[in-house]
C-alpha cells in the first residue's frame, strides 16, 4: 500500500500564498468540496484574498453549470505552521524566488509529517537544487498550473532527483480528481513543457515585430485568428502529423524535413533592449486599445470558458 | 480611382490549381456567390475536386448557419488560359515549388490584363523573385490563406518589390467582404507571420521529445491544455502583457525580461537527424491513436468550427 493517504480521500488542503496564482488554487480546492487553510503574511494581500477567491468560484460556476453548494471552508492564516495544522495535501504557490521557496521548504520539511504530498506552482525554477535542504526530500515536487488554475485543465507534474516515482502518479490521480488534465515529464526542465513553447512563440513574435515586418497588433492577429484557433484542438506535433497530408509525419520529414530546418535556423534571436522593448510596449498599449488589464484578464476568461464549453461539448458528441 | 474593379464588384473568380488550398478557396468563393473558375491540370485530381468543394461548403454552411442558396457557378477546367478568360480575380494555388510558379506568372503576365489583381496562396516563397520575370509585376501579391481556407479567417497579405502599395489595399477590403481577417505585413518574409509562429512552436516542441523530456502527446497535450485554450482569443504579445500583472508589458519587461532572454537561449536547436525523426514519427502515430488523417481533419475542422462559433457569440454579446 502506498504510504500517500488515497487521492480522493484528501480533505484538507493548504495553499502557502495568496497571490493570483494560490487564490485561484483556493478557489478550485473549495469549489470541490476540500478545506482549505490559505497563508499569506501580507496584510494587504489578505485583505483582498476571498473577494478574487469567490470571483474565481464565478467563473468554475459558470464553466461547469453547477452551484457549489458543498463548497469546502476557506481559512485564511497569516503564518505556514497555522496553516499546514492537520492538513493532507500542501499546494506551494509563494512568489516564485529560489530564496522565498528554499525558506518554505526547509519549515515544512521540519514541521510536516513526511507522508504529507507538498506539490510547488513555482513556473521558473526546479525542485532538485531546493531539495538539497530537505530530509523529506522524497514527498516534493512540482505540481505547475496553466494561469487561471480555477480555469485551465493543465498541471505540468515532474520530480527533483529525489522525489518519490510513486507520488508522481499519486499526483496525476489527485489533480484528475479535480477535473485537472495532468501531464508528467519524464525529467524536469526550466519552463516545463508549455512555459518553454510559449516562450518559443513570444520570441518569434518580438523578432518579427523588431525586424519591422509587422506590428504587435498584427502579429497577436495573425496568431488569433489562424494557428491560435486549432491550438485548443490541436497541438503542434500533430498539425504538423497534418501539414504532412495523406502521408502524415512521415511524409512531412521526408520531404519538408530539410525546408523547416531551414525555417528554424531562419527563426530571430531578439534582445529585448531599449529600442525593440518600446516597440513591443508601445504596440501592446495600441493594441488593448484603453482597455485596463483587468478588463482583458475578463475577457480572456470569458474566452477560455466559451472554448472549453465548446470542447465539452465535442467530447460528449464523440461518445 | 483606382485602376482595380471595386472590391464588391468582382464577380468571376480563377484558382490556379485544385490541391487542397486551391479546392477550399473555390468553396469560400462560390460560397459568397462568386462565379469561380478552376484549373487543374491533373486529371486524377481533377475527378475528386468537386466532391471535396462540397464537402468544404458544408463546413462554411455549419459555420455561418446558412443555406447557401445563391451559390456561384463552379468550372473546371484543364489549362490556365480557359479558366482565366474574362476573370477579375486570380487566386493561384498551384504547388509551392518555384519553378512551377515562375511559369505560373510569366503566362499571367502575358495574357491577362494588367488590371487584373494576382493573389498567391505561397506559404514559402517571396514575391519579389518571381516578379522578376513579370512586366505586370505591380498587380502579383502574396494573400496567403491559412488552411482550410474556406474556415480560416487569417489571410496574410505582403507585397513584393514592384508591387503596388494601392494593391494590399484593396485586398485587404476583398478579402474582408469574403469574411476574412486580413492581416498585412509591412514587408514580405518567408513563411509570413503564422508559419514563422508555428514553426517557432514545433521546433521547441521538437526539442522537448528529442531530449526525452516527455513524449509527443504528452507535449501536444500540454499545449491543447494549456496555452492553446487562450490562443484564439489572445496572441503571444498580449498573453505577456497580462503575464505582467496590473503593470502589463512594462512591469513585465523590466522585472522578468532578463529571465525571459535566458529562457529564449536555453530553447532548444533540435535536428530533424534519424533518431529524432523516428521518435517524433512513432510519438504520432501513437497520439493519433489509429486515427487516419482523413478523420483527424474532420476532428480539427469541427473544433475549428465550435471555437470560431463561441467566438462569434462573444464578440455579439460584447456589443
Given amino acids: 500500500m502506498s504510504k500517500y493517504q488515497e487521492p480522493k480521500n484528501i480533505k484538507n488542503i493548504t495553499v502557502i500564498g495568496g497571490g493570483i496564482i494560490g487564490s485561484s488554487w483556493a478557489a478550485l480546492f473549495s469549489a470541490y468540496g476540500k478545506d482549505v487553510k490559505i497563508s499569506e503574511p501580507c496584510s494587504e494581500t489578505r485583505n483582498t484574498l476571498l473577494e478574487r477567491i469567490k470571483k474565481a468560484q464565478k467563473s468554475i460556476k459558470i464553466l461547469n453549470n453547477v452551484n457549489l453548494k458543498n463548497k469546502g471552508k476557506i481559512i485564511i492564516c ?54 538539497k535542504y530537505c530530509k523529506t526530500a522524497e514527498r ?77 497588433e498584427s502579429v497577436d492577429a495573425a496568431m488569433v485568428n489562424g494557428p ?15 501539414a504532412g497530408g495523406q502521408g502524415g509525419m512521415q511524409y512531412y520529414i521526408s520531404h519538408l524535413g530539410k525546408s523547416q530546418e531551414k525555417r528554424w535556423s531562419s527563426l530571430g534571436k531578439p ?24 478588463n482583458l484578464e475578463e475577457e480572456r476568461d470569458l474566452a477560455i470558458i466559451k472554448i472549453l464549453k465548446s470542447k465539452q461539448v465535442s467530447n460528449k458528441t464523440k461518445k
Wanted: charged residues 20%.
Fill in 271 to 294: 534582445k529585448l533592449d531599449q529600442t525593440t522593448s518600446n516597440m513591443i510596449i508601445n504596440g501592446v498599449k495600441e493594441a488593448a486599445k484603453n482597455r485596463p488589464i483587468k
Fill in 228 to 242: 491560435g484557433l486549432r491550438s485548443a484542438a490541436m497541438g503542434p506535433h500533430l498539425t504538423y502529423h497534418l
Fill in 78 to 131: 497569516k503564518s505556514l505552521n497555522e496553516a499546514i495544522h492537520k492538513t493532507d495535501f500542501v499546494q506551494e504557490s509563494a512568489p516564485d524566488k529560489s530564496e522565498i521557496k528554499k525558506h518554505i521548504f526547509k519549515d515544512l520539511d521540519l514541521n510536516l509529517h513526511r507522508n504529507i504530498p507538498v506539490a510547488s506552482s513555482t513556473s521558473s525554477l526546479l525542485i532538485t537544487p531546493l531539495q
Fill in 140 to 216: 516534493f515536487f512540482t505540481g505547475h498550473p496553466y494561469n487561471p488554475p480555477s480555469l485551465m485543465p493543465l498541471v505540468e507534474i515532474s520530480g527533483g532527483e529525489k522525489t518519490d516515482e510513486l507520488l508522481l502518479e499519486w499526483a496525476s490521480s489527485f489533480y484528475s480528481l479535480l477535473g485537472k488534465y495532468p501531464v508528467k515529464l519524464n525529467k524536469e526542465i526550466i519552463g516545463h513543457i508549455a512555459g518553454r513553447l510559449s516562450a518559443a512563440l513570444w520570441q518569434e513574435a518580438v523578432h518579427l515585430v523588431s525586424e519591422g515586418i509587422a506590428d504587435v
